[in-house]
């Protein structure tokens, strides 16, 4: 696939996942439970942290999206593009959740994901191993995060916490999967931006 191709499906990728439903194969982790008594006080609460990890996962799609279309190993553009598949399935399973707490979906998200995808292009050009450490270091503070957001959930809501707790189990396979096709330590200082930048759109995608 030539370059104009490539940007062509990453454009008809970044529509969908910004303004399209998203689809999921396997069923909604926690479908099976009852909903939880919550207040309107905890409703808002809980769509404004699934409104979080729902922006989390537009990242993720465009993220995979510009290190696969900048990695010349077919090994690695395949692992990327399967953990993108699992995203999307984060992707509706906290758009479903947002919905059902009559919350909405982050107004930047078209400007989440073009800073993504630039971003993830840019780890792509710097070769396998940096791509793939930035994938791995990416996932490490997606589960670190996830852990955090399982606390601040209501006890009682357990239908999120089920959808929280599976994407946990996937980041770190897919951390894993980086680590063992070859992925480079990051620097400590590249970490600690990635650490601000996130607390950063946590902090903006929880109320906007």
């Not at 990453?10 to 909604?28: H, Y």
């Amino acid at each position: 696939m030539n370059w104009s191709d490539s940007l062509i499906v990453a454009i008809d990728k970044g529509l969908r996942t910004v303004f399209a439903e998203a689809r999921s194969v396997r069923p909604v982790p926690g479908a099976q439970l009852p909903e939880a008594g919550l207040n309107d006080a905890e409703r808002r609460h809980v769509a404004a942290l699934m409104r979080i990890n729902h922006v989390g996962e537009v990242c993720a799609q465009a993220l995979y999206q510009g290190q696969a279309m900048t990695s010349p190993n077919e090994r690695i553009r395949a692992s990327l593009e399967e953990a993108a598949h699992e995203e999307t399935e984060h992707l509706a399973w906290t758009e479903q959740r947002i919905r059902a707490m009559g919350g909405r979906k982050s107004l930047l998200n078209p400007l989440w994901y073009a800073g993504a995808l630039a971003i993830g292009m840019t780890a792509g050009r710097l070769g396998d191993r940096w791509n793939l450490g930035f994938l791995a270091e990416t996932e490490r503070q997606v589960e670190a995060h996830l852990d955090r957001h399982l606390d601040k959930l209501p006890a009682q809501d357990q239908k999120s916490w089920a959808i929280l707790e599976q994407m946990k189990v996937d980041e770190v396979k897919h951390a894993e999967t980086a680590v063992r096709l070859g992925a480079a330590p990051l620097p400590g200082p590249v970490k600690l931006l990635m650490k601000l930048s996130a607390r950063l759109m946590t902090r903006v995608a929880y109320r906007v």
